[in-house]
């Protein structure tokens, strides 16, 4: 990799860590925010709702935005102009008649129940599932036609800027704000969100793959779409299953209050993994599509250095000042500190090497992929419940640093071992013949 090439990733990548960490602060002040004006109790609810939806979003997205960072990047080198506008009327079609489906089903089952107002929180989420999904999938859509600094833009900054002045609007004006606003606010960030990913994908896109004839592979679009559907809902059923599992406990509201503020600062790091991700991972399809072994080494190299650098600055603050961080929430939330460091470190860990099952996903180990993800996926859930049980919010949070932390280094030592064996491969194949 040339050092021009060099100079524009270490560019774009040091914008995205600006971006993630603006994006840190306007997502932390909104939680700060959240549990003042609610107290624990409405922030329980509060939380447990975004996991929900959160969960439902990924469930909803069908993997479409997954596959888009997989397949837009090589259509568009091999000039599948066709192709690239079937597959983003496919997308659309498929995201909105899923997300309609699933807000149905859980609208249906939250109205034949009795609630307070507070628990109609999730039912609130419900509605705004569509946008959600439709967000998250632009977003992926944008960061496909590598424009990394826009679709960031729209997450880290639009995203939340909106849900964070919604949020000071409606308390200032509206004297019975509770979770189900709170929740209003958020959805209404991610319908801006949406307006704006389609805008800048739309004019950001190739000319020929707008003004071309849509084609569709829908067999093969749909075979792929399932599997990054499945691993994106294991993986999102990861991060976010803790909060909902420890609801299920005999733990007082304030428990799962400050275990779920110990998650939303943990995993606030989180957010820059994924924009560098996004970033990386079209330019790591098109590598391994051209068997560019060398290239997506040095690749990988440069991303390891921002985020390692950003992971030990981020770890270091939530070990020296992760107690007043969460009095911000309030006294009842420093609980939660052991926690936190325990979140912290394991997210540390999966933003380091979060691209490695990336890589064995693009280079067709979709069943390894899975295997791995699933078993992570039932171990946290199971480990909260049992740890959880046990030791309250500490043993929740000692499940998710294990569990992260196992399954970031098991995905790092196999991806390890078949970039070597490819990587030999190609050299054992260019090297000239010996004579003996």
Same mark, same amino acid.
């Given at each position: 990799?040339?050092? %021009? ?15 993630? /960490? =603006? ?12 549990a ?8 329980e609810?509060?939380?447990?709702? =975004?996991?929900?939806?959160t ?6 997205e069908?993997g479409? @935005?997954?596959?888009a960072?997989?397949m837009?990047p090589?259509?568009?080198a ?5 192709l ?24 249906? %089952?939250?109205?034949s ?10 039912l =609130? ?19 496909a036609?590598r424009?990394?600094i826009l %679709?960031a ?11 964070l002045? $919604?949020?000071?609007?409606?308390m200032? /004006?509206i004297?019975?704000?509770?979770? *189900?606003?709170?929740v209003t606010?958020?959805g209404?960030?991610?319908?801006? @969100?949406? #307006?704006l990913? =389609? ?9 020929e793959a707008l003004?071309?004839?849509?084609a569709f592979?829908r ?7 399932? &599997? ?12 976010r299953?803790?909060?909902i +599992?420890l609801? /299920?406990l005999?733990?007082?509201p304030?428990?799962v209050a ?9 995993g ?5 993994s994924?924009s560098?991700?996004?970033? /990386?991972?079209?330019y790591?399809a098109?590598?391994?599509?051209r ?7 040095a ?9 390692? +650098?950003t992971?030990?600055?981020f770890?270091?603050?939530i070990? $020296? ?8 929430? @309030? ?7 052991p926690?936190?460091v325990?979140? +912290? &470190?394991?997210?540390c ?5 979060s ?11 979709n069943?390894?992929?899975l #295997? ?8 946290m #859930?199971?480990? &909260? ?9 500490? @043993? ?13 280094l098991a995905?790092?030592w196999?991806?390890?071992l078949?970039?070597l064996?490819?990587s ?7 090297s *000239?013949p010996?004579?003996?």
């Amino acid at each position: 990799m040339n050092t %021009g090439t060099n100079s524009i990733q270490d560019r774009s990548a040091a914008i995205l860590v600006i971006l993630s /960490f =603006i994006s840190l602060a306007i997502s932390y002040a909104t939680s700060i925010l959240v549990a003042r004006s609610l107290g624990p109790v409405g922030f329980e609810s509060y939380a447990v709702a =975004i996991a929900t939806l959160t969960l439902l979003s990924t469930l909803s997205e069908s993997g479409v @935005g997954k596959l888009a960072i997989q397949m837009l990047p090589v259509y568009q080198a091999s000039g599948k102009w066709q192709l690239t506008a079937g597959f983003w009327r496919f997308s659309i079609r498929s995201v909105l008649l899923v997300s309609c489906l699933v807000a149905l089903l859980v609208l249906l %089952g939250d109205l034949s129940q009795q609630r307070t107002n507070e628990d109609h929180a999730i039912l =609130i989420a419900a509605l705004f599932l569509p946008a959600a999904a439709l967000a998250g999938v632009g977003i992926d859509f944008v960061m496909a036609i590598r424009a990394p600094i826009l %679709g960031a833009a729209i997450a880290r900054l639009a995203i939340p800027t909106t849900t964070l002045v $919604l949020m000071m609007l409606c308390m200032h /004006f509206i004297r019975s704000f509770d979770a *189900p606003w709170a929740v209003t606010c958020f959805g209404v960030g991610s319908m801006v @969100g949406v #307006i704006l990913a =389609i805008c800048v994908y739309r004019k950001r896109s190739p000319t020929e793959a707008l003004k071309a004839t849509p084609a569709f592979d829908r067999p093969y679009w749909i075979g792929e779409c399932l &599997t990054f559907l499945t691993l994106a809902t294991l993986v999102s059923s990861i991060f976010r299953s803790s909060v909902i +599992a420890l609801d /299920f406990l005999s733990l007082t509201p304030e428990d799962v209050a400050s275990f779920a503020a110990a998650a939303e600062t943990g995993g606030l790091i989180l957010l820059l993994s994924k924009s560098t991700d996004k970033y /990386f991972q079209p330019y790591l399809a098109v590598f391994i599509e051209r068997h560019a072994w060398s290239e997506g080494d040095a690749m990988r190299k440069h991303r390891l250095i921002w985020v390692g +650098a950003t992971c030990s600055v981020f770890l270091l603050i939530i070990l $020296l000042g992760g107690k007043s961080i969460l009095r911000l929430y @309030g006294d009842s939330f420093v609980s939660g500190y052991p926690a936190l460091v325990l979140i +912290a &470190t394991g997210c540390c860990f999966w933003s380091m090497f979060s691209l490695a099952p990336a890589y064995l996903k693009f280079s067709g180990l979709n069943r390894l992929v899975l #295997i791995v993800t699933a078993t992570s996926a039932i171990a946290m #859930i199971a480990l &909260t419940l049992l740890l959880g049980r046990w030791l309250g919010t500490t @043993g929740a949070g000692i499940a998710f640093c294990l569990v992260l932390t196992t399954t970031s280094l098991a995905f790092l030592w196999l991806a390890r071992l078949h970039f070597l064996d490819q990587s030999g491969d190609s050299e054992t194949a260019k090297s *000239p013949p010996v004579n003996d």
